[in-house]
């Protein structure tokens, strides 16, 4: 059975062990799993001067998760890439070493949508700005008061540390000269695109787009979910991306 490497998202002080602590136990009963810090969260925020957009971050990442298979000496893996960071990874990673990963499911566009019009959390770095950033990404705030709770000060604590704000600020800065994104259409590993029903960050359009793009792309949008369809919906998301590694 192929390693599953999960990948997280990309909101203000995220990292991969409070990312996937409601579903990793899950999948842990199927495959071995490893999920690292991306470049720029948790502990990986040294080391990233000189990155700047999106796509130079999103190829960063796939030469890092590269550099992690290599070091474990795994040939072929299974990905999952959350939202804007993992899943815009998980791509770049399908572009540049496609041989390396057997099948793959992005979250909530993979940041293939439209860049956020403010920073989140940064441009009013209080508690309940990130209490407010959190509360976006499920689909009923009134279902997760105590998870919602707790991750602000978790997170909060991680996005104030020293070097964070700068590195997360270059991640989304405009750049002219970069390199390209991803070319869709080259992408022949086979992806389901999961997205939220209810998501408040990308609309369902954006993972449409992305599944009609990708020449053996399948989407399922998921009723219900915000856009942390593994918080709003760990049972149908561990059995969805259960299901389509195993086909």
Not at 47 to 54: F, H, K, Q, S
Not at 81 to 98: E, I
Request: glycine share 12%.
């Amino acid at each position: 059975m192929p390693t599953l490497v999960l990948l997280h998202g990309g909101g203000p002080g995220v990292d991969a062990a409070t990312n996937w602590a409601g579903v990793r136990s899950r999948f842990a009963a199927d495959f071995p799993c490893l999920a690292p810090d991306l470049l720029g969260f948790g502990s990986r925020i040294a080391g990233t001067a000189g990155l700047r957009g999106p796509h130079a971050w999103a190829i960063a990442r796939a030469r890092q998760v590269l550099d992690l298979l290599d070091h474990h000496g795994l040939d072929r893996v299974h990905l999952v890439g959350n939202s804007a960071a993992g899943g815009a990874a998980a791509l770049a990673l399908l572009a540049v070493a496609p041989h390396r990963v057997e099948r793959a499911v992005v979250m909530g566009g993979a940041g293939t949508g439209p860049p956020p019009t403010a920073v989140p959390f940064y441009d009013k770095p209080t508690r309940a700005s990130m209490r407010a950033t959190l509360g976006r990404l499920v689909a009923d705030e009134s279902g997760h008061e105590e998870l919602l709770a707790e991750l602000t000060e978790l997170r909060l604590k991680h996005a104030l540390r020293p070097a964070a704000e700068g590195a997360f600020r270059a991640m989304f800065a405009d750049t002219a000269g970069g390199p390209p994104p991803v070319d869709l259409a080259k992408i022949t590993t086979p992806v389901l695109a999961l997205h939220g029903e209810r998501d408040r960050v990308q609309p369902v359009a954006v993972s449409e787009r992305l599944a009609e793009a990708l020449p053996d792309g399948h989407l399922h949008v998921v009723a219900g979910a915000g856009h942390w369809i593994h918080v709003d919906r760990p049972d149908e998301f561990t059995k969805l991306v259960g299901e389509f590694l195993s086909a």
